[in-house]
């Protein structure tokens, strides 16, 4: 089975984990990554990044040149393209940028001209709805048509398209995997001295960006309800963002401030370390209509990466009701109404107040991560999906 999947997304190695583990899930799997030759992702990581080509057995990377740099749906490949796809003629074609993207079109359109009769996949976060106008309207037409296989990362995105006329097969999974040789049970004794968490506390976390959208001050509220109770705890954050400020504002007036623990620019590496640290991993996303973009308005949580990674440390999560997160944790966790601080409060509660019942949640947690959320797991999802399909090999 020769596969090929394109995305600006692998130009971080880290990201191709999962493509690694699918080219080693058989010697008769070939797996070539196209990266755009020069992306400059912008945001923190602000800074023109040059693709090198990688080669380790069955795996390839080959970065390819490109006609944006900067821009996920406008991204289109040169001719550098056609060349791969004569020599390497790939029974699979996914490329990862979304319903509407040129470079999907380009792939599609170059399937059919060369006559490689591969399989058309594409992947999409993309989890509300939306209006298009033309010629973006008959783009995106012209790309579900020729879809073979949808692979989305969250069900919501699923049943937007199957609304816009999707008729094909789908998977949902994320679009990168859990590492658990970085993300595992270790204990942190000394970083727990460290921080200035007694032995006995408590550790409510979270891991991410602070901003409104992710439910914080909900958050800071339900623990102020718990300023009083016996059991001493702490709230650690893990992350950055401009709401920093107001948090501690907040959790100052609210008399919980001495309970609160920052720590601010780790890198990806480190994270798992203070995960370790937490007795429960919240995620108390908000959906919200704040932010708009040229065909829709809003944003609600597309998966919630950091669950999966606190879960396969073994640490129990607590998540609102808010896009994905539900159906990533299912019933290895709790899940309560976003936006609603007693609710959460009650979640927080039982698990402060209930070891066994932490402990139970932890190990369903833990199993799920393994089962369903490791790269070679998610590898083996989409080689099924792949033979679902009809794809041979």
Request: glycine share 8%; aromatic share 8%.
């Amino acid at each position: 089975m020769r596969v090929l999947v394109l995305s600006h997304t692998y130009i971080v190695d880290l990201n191709r984990e999962k493509l690694r583990a699918l080219a080693q899930l058989s010697p008769e799997i070939e797996v070539v990554v196209g990266v755009p030759r020069r992306w400059q992702p912008g945001g923190v990581q602000n800074r023109l990044i040059v693709s090198e080509p990688l080669q380790a057995g069955n795996f390839r990377v080959q970065p390819l040149s490109n006609l944006s740099q900067n821009n996920q749906g406008l991204l289109t490949f040169g001719p550098d393209l056609v060349s791969l796809l004569r020599r390497f003629r790939p029974q699979v074609i996914q490329v990862e940028q979304g319903a509407k993207a040129l470079a999907y079109t380009q792939t599609i359109t170059l399937n059919r001209l060369l006559g490689l009769k591969a399989k058309n996949v594409l992947f999409t976060w993309w989890n509300l709805p939306y209006q298009l106008k033309f010629p973006i309207s008959a783009l995106e037409a012209y790309n579900l048509r020729h879809t073979h296989g949808l692979v989305v990362g969250n069900q919501d995105g699923a049943d937007i398209l199957r609304d816009r006329g999707y008729t094909a097969p789908y998977q949902v999974m994320p679009q990168l995997g859990v590492d658990e040789t970085l993300f595992r049970p270790q204990p942190q004794p000394e970083l727990s001295q460290a921080l200035a968490i007694a032995s006995d506390a408590f550790v409510v976390g979270y891991c991410g960006r602070f901003v409104e959208e992710k439910g914080l001050l909900t958050l800071c509220d339900a623990l102020a309800t718990l300023r009083d109770h016996p059991q001493p705890w702490v709230w650690l954050l893990v992350g950055r963002g401009e709401l920093r400020d107001t948090i501690q504002a907040k959790a100052d007036g609210l008399s919980i401030g001495d309970r609160l623990r920052w720590v601010t620019d780790i890198p990806h590496d480190q994270v798992p370390n203070y995960i370790n640290l937490m007795h429960t991993l919240v995620l108390p996303s908000e959906t919200t209509n704040t932010f708009k973009t040229l065909t829709s308005k809003g944003w609600k949580e597309q998966f919630g990466h950091v669950l999966i990674e606190a879960m396969a440390c073994a640490v129990p999560v607590i998540g609102s009701d808010s896009g994905e997160i539900p159906h990533v944790i299912d019933q290895s966790g709790l899940v309560f109404p976003e936006g609603n601080a007693p609710e959460l409060a009650n979640c927080l509660r039982l698990l402060l107040e209930n070891p066994e019942q932490r402990q139970a949640l932890a190990e369903a947690g833990h199993h799920r991560a393994m089962s369903r959320y490791t790269n070679r797991a998610l590898a083996k999802q989409l080689l099924e999906f792949y033979r679902e399909i009809g794809v041979e090999g």
